[in-house]
């Protein structure tokens, strides 16, 4: 393995373990990690900051939108607590490298992107790439992706100022759900929490804090 690479996976298992107290996850399973090194994010990158591949930051790829930072990106991936035969739904499909991650881990992914440049783009480099079960959808995210719910696990990677009440709906019973939720303002702008969700038996909802973030806004309509 590539040496920027591995100190990269080494910076996130530190983060992992600093962010322990919030995150409950001092230690990212053994299948995220895997996952982590084996898709290579310099692939999902614009070719002219495609050096700065193995920094742990969100950087950006065009039209406001930026892939997430590694970190976050491993973080999240780990509290959806995924097993093999998973159907899950992102919203925010970027450049695809949220879903390159998921699809390593999962049976299917379908990934709905507002931005119909970054959806085709997206689309086009997982199946260069050899991700056969991804699916990418152009639509709005609040709506989720009706046509194939419910999902096993949901992952957003927008900020809302709610829960959006049709990912919910499409979430399974004993579904997982990850999202950055805007929680008020401080002097830099909106504060963000991200949040884990898992939906109950009675419908009613089991939410966990995790850290502050900072996410694009998740934009459209119900």
Known sequence: ME?????LLQEITANARETAAY???????????????KVPRIAFL???????????????IGYGQTISQPF???????????????????I???????????????????SVELVADLAK??????????????????????????QDAPYAAILVAAASPDIPPHLIEQLSVDGRMVLPVEEGYRDTGTYQKLLKIVKQRDNTLKQQH??????VPLVGRD
């Open 210 to 215: 995790c850290l502050s973030v900072a996410f």
């Open 72 to 90: 976050i990106v491993a973080l999240m991936t780990d509290l959806l607590d995924l097993t093999p035969t998973d159907k899950v739904l992102e």
């Open 121 to 146: 783009s997206a689309a086009r480099r997982l199946a260069k790439l050899g991700y056969r079960t991804v699916h990418i959808h152009h639509g709005q995210g609040r709506r989720g992706w009706l």
């Open 92 to 110: 925010g499909s970027g450049s695809g490298y949220q879903s390159a991650i998921l699809a390593e881990l999962v049976a299917e992914v379908h």
């Open 23 to 37: 995150t409950g996850r001092p230690v990212l399973s053994e299948r995220v990690m895997a996952a982590m090194a």
């Open 3 to 7: 040496a920027r690479w591995a100190h």
């Open 46 to 60: 614009p070719d002219d900051i495609r050096v700065d591949a193995y920094l742990n930051q969100p950087l950006p």
